[in-house]
């Protein structure tokens, strides 16, 4: 238990200290259309970038990109930038930052915007200091068009104690909707200038016009895998005597036994590490026979059968645009089913649920994982014959995202 824990420590020690540093599966077109697989370094963009930093791979040495030769760049499935030279206003939101000109103050710029939905008619974002623009394309607009909203003021000229400004916004982007991308059967005086209202307004657009969803952003929360899994687990059991008095332990023969089973995997969204958990329930069968039988009248046989339930965190980290090393280490519970010792009475009674611990890691890559995972001790007795038993294992297995 103590190895186990100080395992699992070390782990979070490891990427506590390296979490600064995790890349991340993505790709990065040049201006002269050249798309590039690689790692880029992850980030949690709340301004949208100029730069970034990529590598080839785990071990390569980091390099920079910026907004001067790319033209479009991704990170997982969270992240994707597109450059243009467009026209925008960063005034503010607020009355702080606001001026009293209602219409914006556009100016060109060379920028990134991220693309939050991409279909017929897409939805693009840029972010800078807390303020938020968004911006459309469709049949209509090949380059995006701004969505105009903008917070203005006028003079108090009531002069009423205590009001010096009165606040205003422009919403003309609620007339933009309604003129060019209306369905008819939309009440836009509730969508507010947010990425949230905006993309589901965009998708049920698309939606109406039969558009096909090229891509929508996606929070690691919202990913979740279901698959098979299948391995192979290396037995090693022992027990106290079940003769009274003598003190010698009961090893038996080390065997191989297959597992095999299905698994829940959900992604949480952390800003720097790629972090999962796990539920995986397998079926474990096998029977092995003692070894030493001197000081026995037979020869002892385990015929077991159990459901195994193992639930745990698991790392991820990405060693190339295909391959990544995955950490894992958490509790696993036993459920019998039905196990026997013979001859009888030699374990007369078996626990029906034991616990262990186990930890481990692998490699992925696509779909398809396989791993290594070595399990704690249990005891499995809950005779008054065999008073203590050691059932250890360790396994080699392939799990396979099926959808």
Request: hydrophobic letters at 30%; proline letters at 3%; one cysteine or more.
């Amino acid at each position: 238990m103590k190895s186990f824990l100080s395992s699992l420590l070390g782990i979070f020690s490891i990427f506590t200290i390296s979490a600064q540093s995790i890349y991340e599966t993505g790709y990065f077109i040049d201006n002269d259309g050249n798309r590039k697989e690689c790692l880029i370094k992850k980030l949690s963009w709340k301004d949208n970038p100029t730069e970034f930093e990529w590598k080839k791979n785990i071990s390569s040495t980091p390099k920079k990109e910026n907004i001067e030769d790319i033209k479009e760049f991704a990170v997982g499935k969270e992240y994707l930038y597109k450059r243009y030279i467009l026209e925008i206003d960063l005034k503010g939101d607020n009355l702080g930052r606001a001026t009293k000109l209602e219409k914006p103050d556009l100016k060109l710029q060379k920028l990134f915007l991220r693309v939050i939905l991409e279909s017929k008619t897409s939805l693009y974002q840029y972010s800078k200091n807390g303020v938020n623009r968004f911006f459309y394309t469709d049949k209509d607009a090949v380059y995006p068009e701004l969505l105009v909203y903008k917070v203005f003021y006028t003079p108090d000229e009531t002069k009423d104690p205590g009001k010096k400004i009165i606040a205003h916004k422009n919403t003309e982007y609620r007339n933009q909707l309604i003129q060019i991308l209306n369905c008819g059967k939309d009440d836009l005086s509730e969508i507010e200038y947010t990425q949230k209202d905006l993309k589901k307004y965009f998708k049920r657009y698309n939606v109406c016009k039969g558009n096909y969803m090229e891509y929508t952003i996606r929070k690691k929360v919202n990913q979740t895998h279901v698959g098979i899994v299948g391995g192979i687990n290396h037995i090693d059991f022992s027990h106290s005597s079940p003769i009274e008095g003598n003190t010698d332990e009961i090893t038996y023969q080390k065997t191989y036994a297959p597992r095999y089973g299905i698994y829940i995997e959900t992604f949480i969204p952390f800003s720097k590490v790629d972090l999962s958990f796990f539920l995986e329930t397998t079926y474990n069968a096998f029977s092995i026979k003692s070894e030493d039988t001197s000081t026995l009248e037979n020869e002892l046989e385990l015929d077991y059968k159990g459901i195994n339930i193992a639930f745990a965190p698991r790392f991820h980290i990405y060693l190339s645009s295909k391959f990544e090393l995955f950490l894992e280490g958490g509790i696993a519970i036993d459920y019998d089913l039905d196990t026997k010792s013979l001859p009888e009475p030699t374990i007369d009674e078996i626990k029906e649920t034991s616990t262990d611990f186990f930890y481990g890691g692998g490699l992925g890559y696509g779909r398809f994982k396989v791993g290594y995972r070595k399990y704690t001790g249990k005891d499995i007795s809950d005779s008054n014959i065999v008073l203590e038993s050691d059932l250890k294992s360790s396994s080699l297995y392939l799990a396979v995202d099926l959808f």
